[in-house]
């Protein structure tokens, strides 16, 4: 079943309850499912308890993996890693980033910052991400975004070139804000695949990279609650 590690609902800018973005995922073919909505200092801790606290009562009505998350979004570069370890210290499961995607006005340096951190998984939607961004990134473990948001989906082709030279581990994600952001595993291997990846790569970043991430956060996961 197919994974997506970057949803939002209207804890944040999206439009769906956490139950109808899980119900809708479930039809979508979704096994595991990140919401990971927009957070600064200034409700990073709400949105995190807000979410563990539908996770508690509610997640396990829907026959998925509900990963509790943020994405950490405008953020300057010299914040991202704190605001990353404070998140994972208050429970968050995953932490994404808001990269430089050429639709926004994102500062410079927000890739950078967001590879070199030990408490981000995955930096989303990153423009045009330079090589050695990326072999960072490679070597922190920081997956790097397809996206099928059309206005950051216009660097996919550059994302995925340059994530393959450098070696880093790609994931094709929605960025869902509504129902119909969400995709199926067909859509999902489509995007790679247009990205210009070959079709094991296009498997890898569909399937096999956030599987084994989901893996590490649910092994992490216990760690912590253990």
């Known amino acids: 079943m197919r994974i997506d590690l970057h949803t939002h609902t209207f804890f944040s800018d999206g439009e769906m309850l956490p139950s109808e973005l899980l119900r809708r995922a479930v039809v979508h073919g979704i096994g595991a499912l990140a919401i990971t909505d927009h957070a600064d200092a200034s409700n990073l801790e709400e949105v995190i308890n807000r979410l563990q606290n539908y996770a508690a009562q ?4 829907y026959g998925l993996e509900l990963l509790v998350g943020v994405e950490l979004t405008h953020t300057v570069p010299a914040r991202i890693g704190v605001l990353a370890e404070d998140a994972k210290r208050l429970g968050a499961d995953i932490v994404v980033v808001h990269g430089e995607t050429i639709a926004e006005p994102v500062a410079q340096g927000t890739n950078r910052a967001a590879a070199e951190s030990p408490y981000v998984d995955v930096l989303a939607h990153p ?6 961004e990326a072999r960072v990134a490679a070597a922190m473990d920081v997956h790097l975004e397809l996206s099928a948001c059309l206005r950051h989906a216009l660097t996919n082709g550059h994302v995925a070139q340059v994530g393959r030279e450098a070696g880093a581990k790609l994931v094709v994600n929605s960025n869902a804000h509504s129902a119909a952001d969400l995709i199926d595993e067909a859509r999902a291997i489509d995007i790679a695949l247009g990205a210009g990846l070959s079709v094991m790569e296009a498997e890898a970043a569909v399937n096999r990279n956030p599987k084994a991430l989901v893996e590490k956060i649910v092994r992490r996961r216990g760690a912590r609650l253990a």
């Open 127 to 132: 423009g045009f991400i330079t090589i050695e």
């Open 58 to 61: 509610q997640a396990g009505d």
